[in-house]
């Protein structure tokens, strides 16, 4: 079955502890991307990747980290998570930048 | 920098009426226009789209219009169902790779 997958899907953790959050797709797309969403703020772009070793800043990149190695995975680093990350995080993947982009199940992040 | 306003962000309508979500963007290089619906506990999935070179496209109940011009584009649904309630974003993306959502609309449909 074709699909993105994040895990964890449910994070608690405490501020500074650094953490990844794995994304992976099954569908061989260039495109990966991260995003954050909070209530009334919609969707935003933490950081995306047009490809193997290329990685650019969305609109939110401050705080995070991201890595390119292999084409399937795209996980997104928090190397001293501040309570202002609490939120809920999407990877998506599409086969190339502005096609139809496939969400994973969001992984819900708690920082304490 | 570059910016999606979605209007309204709550919608209640009765089972059968149609549902008018509007969007407006400011990067004139634009040119894909996805809309995401999102139920509870999920990720966005996506309803439809349209590019830059389309006015309109229709999909069965759903429908998207596009005014390049004014930077406008609005999602349609025509007859509509309880299980059409949901939480809908728009979104605008150019080439660079960058994707820009708006803020939502929770759309209610009443029995």
């Known amino acids: 079955e074709a699909q993105v997958t994040q895990n964890p899907r449910y994070l608690i953790t405490v501020t500074g502890k650094k953490l990844t959050v794995t994304c992976s797709q099954n569908m061989n797309h260039e495109y990966m991307s991260w995003y954050r969403q909070d209530p009334g703020l919609g969707l935003r772009q933490i950081y995306y990747?047009?490809?193997?070793?290329?990685?650019d800043k969305g609109d939110v990149p401050e705080g995070y980290k991201v890595s390119r190695k292999e084409k399937r995975n795209f996980p997104l680093i928090l190397e001293s998570p501040s309570p202002n990350q609490t939120s809920l995080y999407f990877c998506?993947?599409?086969?190339?930048?502005?096609?139809?982009?496939?969400f994973g199940p969001g992984t819900r992040l708690l920082v304490l | 920098g570059e910016n999606v306003e979605q209007h309204p962000s709550t919608l209640s309508v009765q089972e059968g009426d149609s549902a008018v979500i509007k969007c407006t963007y400011s990067?004139?290089?634009?040119?894909?226009f996805p809309w995401y619906k999102q139920e509870l506990g999920k990720g966005p999935q996506l309803i439809i789209d349209?590019?830059?070179?389309?006015g309109e496209k229709k999909d069965q109940r759903i429908a998207v219009t596009l005014n390049k011009t004014a930077k406008h584009f609005s999602l349609h649904i025509t007859e509509t169902q309880p299980e059409d309630s949901a939480v809908y974003f728009c979104?605008?993306?150019?080439?660079?790779?960058?994707?820009?959502f708006g803020q939502g609309t929770t759309l209610q449909v009443k029995p």
């Open positions: 990067d004139s290089a634009s040119n894909y």
């Open positions: 979104a605008a993306s150019s080439n660079t790779g960058k994707l820009i």
């Open positions: 998506a993947s599409s086969f190339l930048a502005g096609e139809t982009q496939y």
């Open positions: 990747s047009m490809n193997v070793e290329v990685t």
């Open positions: 349209i590019r830059s070179n389309v």
